[in-house]
Every structure is written in structure tokens, then in C-alpha cells.
């Protein structure tokens, strides 16, 4: 059987990733595995692209491999995704699954990129394996390659695979918004928001969205449109910033990132739906915002967003731009879309962003940013030797707050179990536990 790889990982030949598919492909020598670059090979993909269509015309199964990059797959398979949807290639009914390598930061939302993709092309898509970056060197990891792919052979044989999604008959079909007159320019307000956009001259929709933002809200607001910045190329996953957090590319994106949008006290994130996801673009620009690292150097700072599609679509989005907005420290302000009543939508997004600038409103982390940053604490303190700006960045900002520190509540967790464990002391406890547990509360509403 005819196997295609994918490697999505800029890194090409060197990915991580890529080396579970060799594995593999020593335990099936009768199968013939192809694999094509295509994350190296963005450039010459866009000049031509009929090596990529005669690799996935012939394959038998397509197996997507890549690093996990920012919540999803990396900028180069994003691009590369555009331009196997945009060629009209007929893959229906072809197998296809994916393999990942990631510290399990939000593999999740990057596997589900990549179905949905598929599953647009009406592919047969067998749920794929997230694998931590060092699973290959241990017996463990080595097994579970070895069953993922056994399992998808036999997912193969007896025609197994994710079921299409059923489109809904409520799409929402987008509505023009209209920008409102005689307002205030926005050269005369107070304050510094900066909106980050990859706005296309022809999108007049999302032009329009961003006008009437920038009338309605009270503060000052500029426009970057990343489609505009000189990129040389997406981010190359080569750790040359870890230290100094200085980018290995000449076009001086770190520092026009650090002087030009993160100065600024909000930020507002502007595009339209492409492929599931922000689009390429987007994509190119966040992956570059590696060079800060894993560091939240944004903490504190307000977000919002203006989208135009079917944003009530697009479930895993929706999780990413939360997650975003919680692993960063940031509030979400709102998601302004144009699909119901986008004026009231915009106009409601910049008031709860207003306010939140006004009284510094900083609301606790839910799950999406303390589990995020659980495996971001963990992961730098294990790496500190060479991310060195991460974690000067962690300690000073107390971001290594390991449990294993709180020693006193440890001992008196010690002293409660091994009180509840003795049938006759828990019994004459009664609801004691409960009121002592209540007691510090008490005590702060008596103060109050």
C-alpha cells in the first residue's frame, strides 16, 4: 500500500515527529511510504503544486505529520492546507489520519484543525495519535505507535472512520454592518488599542467591521495590518531565541512586535474564518511570536475580536480563542460577529472592553489557563538550562507555584485523613469537619 506523509514541521528531515513515521515505516516494509516536506517546501509549493497533487492523487492513506505550533498545526501546513483545498483535488472517500508530537499543550485544537479540514474534502478520517516528543524513546511510546497504526490498517480494512459532520440547515448568513456617522474621530480620544488585522483590500465587510469598532469605542485605536509586514517566513521551531529571545530572521518582526502591538494597553484581533481557523496569515504571525517564548508578557492586557463568518460554527475555534485569551492572563472582552446583529455585536464587544480598561478588570483563570499553564510551569522548569529567558521570566513573575511547596497544608491533610480513616473519630466528628472547613469564611463575612 501506498503511504503519504505530510510533514508539516519546518525542520523537515530533522522533525521529531518525523522520526515515529520512520519507525513505523521499519515495522512495514511491505508498505510504501512516501513522505513529502511540505512544511519546508512552502515557497516552491506556491509556485507549483503538482508534486503535492500527484503524492496525494496516488496514496492509499495520507498520514498528516507535525509539531503542534500554538494551539494548532504550524503556520507552513496551514498554508499548504490552503492550497490543497484551493487546487479542487477530488480526495473523497481517500483514508487519511494524523500523527502529532507536542507537550500536550493544546493538541487537542490542532487535531481538530485538521479533521475538519479533511472532512471538508469528504476524507475518511481516522482519529490520529498524540504523542509526547520523547514517547519514542520508551517502550510505552513505542507500543502506542505500534498499536495506532495497527489500528488504523484495521480501521482501513473494515471501512471505519470519523462520520462527516452534518452541516446544520441554521447557518447563519453574515450581515453587512453599518459604520455610524458623525462620531468623534478616533485621533481625538485617549488611549492606545491597537487593532491586529489581516484584512484583504477587497474584504469590505471586514473593513467595515473594524470602522465601526473604531467609532463606537471611546478610546484611541490604530490599525496593523500583518498582511502588510515584510515576513521573511514562518517560525522555524530552531530555538535560536530561547536565551536572549532575539529571532533568527532578519525582518526585525521581534522588535516591531515588541514596540508596536505589545505596548499597547488592549489589543483587538480582527479576521474572517478561513479554513476553520484565523487563516494562514494569522497563523505566520503567531508562530513568529515565539520569540517571547513561553512567557505571558501580555498578562493583564484586555482582548477582543472582531469575526466575520459563521463564528457559531466553528466549535474548536471558539475553544481557541478562549484558550488564548486564559493561558495569555488576558480577559476576553467579547467575540464581535457579524452573523445575527453585528452592530450591536461590535458595539456591545468595545463596551466590555472599555470597561474592563477602565477598572482593570482581571477575572481568575478557568481550566483552558490553568491546565495550560500547568504544562507550560513544568515544562520550562525541566528546560531552564536552555530557555533561559522563560525562566527568568517564571521566577520573577512567580509562575512556578508547585504544590509540592505547601508543606503545612500538606501535614494537615495528612492529620485530616488520618482522622476520617477511623470509623469511631469520624463518627463522633459529626459535621465538624465541615464547620471548620467553614471557619475562615465566617471569620472574613464577620470582618466585613
Avoid at 481538530?112 to 504523542?131: P, V
Avoid at 457559531?312 to 476576553?332: D, T
Avoid at 520550562?380 to 522563560?390: H, L, N, P, T, V
Wanted: net charge positive; aromatic share 12%.
Amino acid at each position: 500500500m501506498k503511504i503519504l506523509v505530510l510533514n508539516g514541521s519546518p525542520k523537515g528531515q530533522y522533525s521529531i515527529t518525523l522520526q515515529t513515521i520512520h519507525y513505523l515505516q521499519k515495522l512495514c516494509p511491505k508498505h510504501e511510504f512516501e513522505v513529502l516536506h511540505v512544511g519546508q517546501r512552502t515557497k516552491a509549493l506556491e509556485k507549483d503544486f503538482t508534486p503535492a497533487l500527484e503524492a496525494v492523487t496516488k496514496a492509499k492513506l495520507i498520514i498528516f505529520s507535525y509539531p503542534v505550533y500554538t494551539f494548532i498545526a504550524p503556520y507552513q501546513l496551514h498554508r499548504f492546507m490552503e492550497l490543497l483545498k484551493a487546487s479542487g483535488v477530488n480526495l473523497k472517500g481517500k483514508f487519511v489520519t494524523q500523527l502529532t508530537t507536542s507537550k500536550h499543550f493544546y493538541d487537542v485544537t490542532a487535531h481538530r484543525y485538521i479533521q475538519d479540514n479533511c472532512q471538508d474534502m469528504e476524507m475518511k478520517f481516522i482519529r490520529g495519535l498524540s504523542a509526547d516528543m520523547d514517547d519514542l524513546l520508551t517502550k510505552k511510546g513505542q507500543k502506542e505507535a505500534k498499536e495506532f497504526l495497527k489500528f488504523v490498517f484495521w480501521s482501513m480494512k473494515n471501512n471505519v472512520y470519523e462520520e462527516l459532520p452534518v452541516k446544520s440547515e441554521q447557518v447563519v448568513q453574515t450581515k453587512p454592518v453599518e459604520v455610524p456617522e458623525n462620531v468623534k474621530g478616533t485621533e481625538e480620544k485617549p488611549g492606545d488599542v491597537v487593532i491586529v488585522t489581516d484584512c484583504e483590500k477587497e474584504n469590505t465587510q471586514l473593513q467595515n467591521m473594524i470602522a465601526r469598532f473604531r467609532n463606537v469605542f471611546p478610546r484611541k485605536t490604530r490599525v496593523v495590518n500583518i498582511r502588510e509586514y515584510p515576513f521573511i517566513g514562518g517560525c522555524l521551531g530552531c530555538f535560536s531565541c530561547a536565551v536572549s529571545g532575539k529571532c533568527i530572521y532578519i525582518d526585525k518582526f521581534d522588535e516591531f512586535l515588541r514596540n508596536e502591538i505589545q505596548t499597547a494597553e488592549s489589543i483587538v484581533y480582527a479576521f474572517s474564518i478561513k479554513d476553520h481557523s484565523m487563516g494562514a496569515q494569522f497563523k505566520l504571525y503567531d508562530d513568529r511570536q515565539f520569540c517571547n517564548g513561553h512567557r505571558t508578557v501580555t498578562m493583564g492586557m484586555p482582548f477582543g475580536y472582531l469575526v466575520s463568518g459563521n463564528y457559531s460554527e466553528e466549535r474548536n475555534l471558539q475553544m481557541i480563542l478562549e484558550a488564548r485569551a486564559q493561558v495569555g492572563g488576558n480577559f476576553l472582552a467579547g467575540v464581535a460577529t457579524d452573523e445575527v446583529n453585528p452592530d450591536d455585536s461590535i458595539d456591545k464587544m468595545a463596551a466590555a472592553l472599555n470597561y474592563a480598561l477602565e477598572h482593570k478588570y482581571i477575572p481568575p483563570q478557568n481550566f483552558y489557563g490553568i491546565g495550560g499553564m500547568k504544562i507550560f510551569r513544568d515544562l520550562i522548569w525541566i528546560m531552564q538550562g536552555m530557555m533561559k529567558a522563560d525562566h527568568k521570566f517564571y521566577k520573577a513573575h512567580g509562575q512556578y507555584d508547585f504544590p509540592q511547596k505547601q508543606w503545612a497544608t500538606m501535614l494537615k491533610m495528612y492529620l485530616v485523613g488520618g482522622l476520617i480513616s477511623n470509623p469511631k473519630i469520624k463518627a463522633k466528628m459529626g459535621n465538624a469537619m465541615n464547620e471548620g472547613m467553614l471557619m475562615p469564611y465566617k471569620k472574613l463575612l464577620e470582618e466585613k
